[in-house]
């Protein structure tokens, strides 16, 4: 099974401010990276698929980079709504099985 | 609009059956390309695929978990349920099942339901 590393596990960030986010696989899957956020009592939403293809509706500050192990999920300019948890995910090991990563909380600092 | 909701128990006792059903809307499982999956993420933890199943009834499942689940789709009903065997309470979980994006070899989620919580409690 692949293991997705995401790091940090916190990030504080102060509003306007850039956020990096990091997401490492133990294997390469190439491009088939997702990102979802996700905020406090609320269902994930997908932001990222194909590792920087932005889905339908995602602000352009969202953007995606990154193949084989090493991907980065930046948002350029934070707002008050981007104040949630990142997960990434891969779906290149398929089958067998579709693997989140641990999450990165992304706070107000 | 494409919307899910989860129903099913909201307390199981260990060793029970668990039975999840997704009714949605929106979209059809009937119509080629489509797929339905099932993820779950206990309380303040991370996000765990279970299984997805698509609109030609191929149906996939997490390896860690495949002997305990099952996942069926009503198509009439636009409904797909799953159930998972021999309950523990580590498997206390909030329950969501959700939308497979539809792009050509893509398995992500662009909508999901509000999710359910689970407790697997005596």
């Known amino acids: 099974e692949i293991v997705m590393t995401q790091s940090p596990a916190t990030l504080s960030v102060s509003p306007g401010e850039r956020a990096t986010l990091s997401c490492r696989a133990s294997q390469s899957v190439s491009s088939n990276l997702a990102w979802y956020q996700q905020k406090p009592g609320q269902a994930p939403r997908l932001l990222i698929y194909?590792?920087?293809t932005r889905a339908t509706g995602i602000p352009a500050r969202f953007s995606g980079s990154g193949s084989g192990t090493e991907f980065t999920l930046t948002i350029s300019s934070l707002q008050s709504e981007d104040f949630a948890v990142y997960y990434c995910q891969q779906y290149n090991n398929w089958p067998p099985a579709l693997t989140f990563g641990g999450g990165t909380k992304v706070e107000i600092k | 609009q494409i919307t899910l909701k989860e129903s099913g128990p909201t307390l199981v006792k260990p060793t029970q059956t668990l039975t999840l059903t997704c009714t949605f809307s929106?979209?059809?499982?009937?119509?080629?390309?489509?797929?339905v999956g099932w993820i779950r993420q206990p309380p303040g933890k991370a996000l765990e695929w279970l299984a997805l199943i698509y609109w030609d009834d191929d149906k996939r499942y997490s390896p860690s978990l495949e002997s305990r689940l099952t996942i069926t789709k009503d198509t009439s009903k636009n409904q797909v349920v799953l159930t998972m065997t021999n309950m523990d309470p580590v498997d206390t979980a909030t329950y969501y099942c959700?939308?497979?994006?539809?792009?050509?070899?893509?398995?992500?989620?662009?909508?999901w339901g509000q999710g359910t919580l689970v407790t697997v409690s005596s």
């Open positions: 929106g979209f059809s499982l009937s119509t080629s390309g489509v797929g």
């Open positions: 194909g590792a920087s």
């Open positions: 959700a939308h497979r994006l539809r792009e050509t070899a893509v398995r992500a989620f662009d909508y």
